[in-house]
């Protein structure tokens, strides 16, 4: 009987055809490993809205008043480990309110979860800038929402520091 592949006769290519496949194989598992993200209805997404909105505004009114304490308040150990008082604070003070100015208001804009987090974007307005978006991760513990990640965007943001 005559070998259709071949690659059975050289044992270097088959050593690549099969890794080839590993690595093809590896690929496929990756995309069926990732975490699922689930979009909240808009009634689901104003219901956690309203629950959480006092943690947001706290957090929001801290960074732009400069008050560490008031803005870690409900964040996750994790978190208040990452925004160091002394260090880390005044840097993102300076990062954030230093370009977009003081606080105004916020409004949710979407609401998902992915894995064991919800994720929550959000419209907010600041006093030099009115287009942020504003993305706080949260993570259920002990039966509360705790903050577990913050990040701000905006044109104004993503400019280069002079």
């Given at each position: ?9 050289h ?12 690595f ?8 069926c490993l990732?975490?699922h ?6 009634e689901?997404a104003?219901?956690?809205a309203?629950?959480?909105d ?10 732009s008043?400069n ?9 996750d150990?994790g ?6 008082e002394?260090e880390?604070?005044?840097q993102i ?14 409004s949710?804009s979407s609401v998902?979860d992915q894995?064991?987090?919800r994720i929550?974007?959000y ?10 978006t504003t993305r ?6 002990e039966?509360?929402?705790l903050?577990?990640?913050?990040w701000?965007?905006s044109?104004a943001l993503?400019?280069p520091?002079?």
């Amino acid at each position: 009987m005559k070998n259709l592949l071949p690659c059975n006769n050289h044992p270097f290519i088959r050593r690549i055809a099969i890794f080839g496949l590993l690595f093809l194989l590896l690929v496929a598992l990756t995309g069926c490993l990732a975490p699922h993200v689930n979009i909240l209805s808009d009634e689901e997404a104003d219901a956690f809205a309203s629950e959480v909105d006092e943690m947001v505004t706290n957090m929001l009114e801290g960074l732009s008043e400069n008050d560490y304490d008031k803005l870690t308040r409900d964040f996750d150990e994790g978190m208040r480990d990452a925004v160091d008082e002394v260090e880390g604070f005044p840097q993102i003070y300076d990062d954030i309110i230093g370009i977009v100015g003081q606080y105004k208001s916020h409004s949710v804009s979407s609401v998902f979860d992915q894995g064991s987090y919800r994720i929550a974007l959000y419209d907010t307005v600041f006093e030099h800038d009115s287009e942020v978006t504003t993305r706080v991760v949260f993570q259920e513990g002990e039966g509360q929402w705790l903050i577990t990640g913050l990040w701000f965007d905006s044109p104004a943001l993503r400019e280069p520091a002079e």
